[in-house]
């Protein structure tokens, strides 16, 4: 179906006389992002639009709220946003840097399981950038390999993208989900999302634990299911395994980072991603001289 058709803006229009769109790159839950052009600085840049059939009530409130916080983070691995705005009756739409690569989800699809320093600095440019997200008062809630955009280059670059359900530490006031509603996708959700708690720091840490798990054994921590009270039942008993025991080469360097980011109950993960941080790269500098990368 033609983007046109989707109460979508077609391939070729131009949004707000200055962003020419090129081509549909991607369809997410919370829009469609164009390669496009802009027309004013002469540069390619993605936009995203909030389709119509979408733009009303929580959804549409979601999609303003990523704009306003995504564009409040500044750090090189968190995506940039550079402009936002409404299209013809006042379909949101949000203007990004456009990046070259691939969802780390897409990438262990192709390739299986990183090596374990991959995977390690994979983590730490991950905790970077959601530690940038956190210092700007923000949780992400939604973190998951789909959300982890690898750049293409001589050397590994992460960035973080989507910020469709974050949430401001300071906007209790407008909250845009009920109490006890648990918000996140379902297999990268911390217990106490399950439960609809409050989510802080380390709700986010758990979801990157879950991401290095995943990264480590190219095997979801929680595998999806369409009964997804089957998948709340799983996160609130599991007892993760260790990653190396599901590799062949049963690398364990960063077996107890991982679990200890998964707990069960948050004081006993990192209280914060550069704590995380910190810990991955102590271990990675013990692998770099024995070259097992």
Same mark, same amino acid.
């Given at each position: ?7 979508? $803006?077609?391939?070729?229009? %131009?949004? %707000? ?20 052009? /802009?027309?004013? &600085?002469?540069? +390619? ?5 909030? +389709? #119509? ?7 549409? %409130?979601?999609?303003? #709220? ?37 969802? @780390?989800?897409?990438?262990? !699809? ?13 983590? =730490? %440019? &991950? ?13 992400? !809630?939604?973190?998951? $390999? ?7 280059? +001589? ?6 993208? /989507? ?17 006890g509603l648990a918000v996140g996708t379902p297999s990268y959700m911390a ?10 720091? !380390? ?13 480590? =054994?190219?095997?979801? @921590?929680?595998?999806? /299911? ?12 599991? =007892?993760?395994?260790?990653? *190396? ?28 991603? *550069? ?7 102590? !271990?990675?500098? *013990? ?7």
């Amino acid at each position: 179906m033609s983007p046109a058709h989707e109460g979508l $803006p077609a391939i070729g229009e %131009q949004v %707000q006389k200055r962003y020419r769109l090129d081509a549909v790159l991607a369809h997410g839950g919370m829009g469609v992002v164009y390669r496009a052009h /802009d027309l004013m &600085l002469d540069r +390619p840049v993605a936009v995203k639009v909030l +389709p #119509r059939s979408l733009d009303e009530g929580v959804v549409r %409130q979601r999609f303003l #709220r990523e704009a306003r916080l995504a564009a409040s983070v500044h750090d090189r691995h968190v995506v940039d946003i550079f402009d936002a705005g409404f299209l013809a009756e006042d379909q949101p739409f949000l203007v990004m840097e456009l990046l070259h690569g691939e969802p @780390l989800h897409e990438q262990l !699809r192709r390739k299986g399981a990183m090596k374990a320093y991959r995977a390690g600095v994979m983590c =730490t %440019q &991950l905790l970077h950038g959601v530690g940038a997200v956190h210092a700007a008062g923000i949780i992400h !809630r939604d973190l998951k $390999p789909s959300n982890v955009f690898l750049v293409w280059g +001589p050397e590994l670059f992460v960035k973080l993208i /989507d910020f469709g359900v974050s949430k401001s530490l300071d906007d209790d006031l407008t909250q845009i989900t009920e109490p006890g509603l648990a918000v996140g996708t379902p297999s990268y959700m911390a217990p106490e999302q399950v439960l609809g708690k409050g989510a802080d720091e !380390r709700t986010d840490v758990y979801a990157v634990g879950a991401t290095l798990f995943e990264a480590l =054994t190219g095997k979801p @921590l929680v595998k999806p /299911d369409k009964h997804v009270h089957r998948v709340f039942d799983a996160i609130l008993k599991l =007892t993760p395994p260790t990653p *190396s025991s599901l590799r062949e080469d049963h690398l364990n360097i960063l077996d107890d980072i991982t679990l200890k980011a998964l707990a069960r109950d948050p004081k006993e993960r990192y209280g914060s991603c *550069s704590e995380m941080e910190k810990a991955v790269e102590s !271990r990675l500098e *013990s692998l770099i001289p024995r070259g097992r990368a």
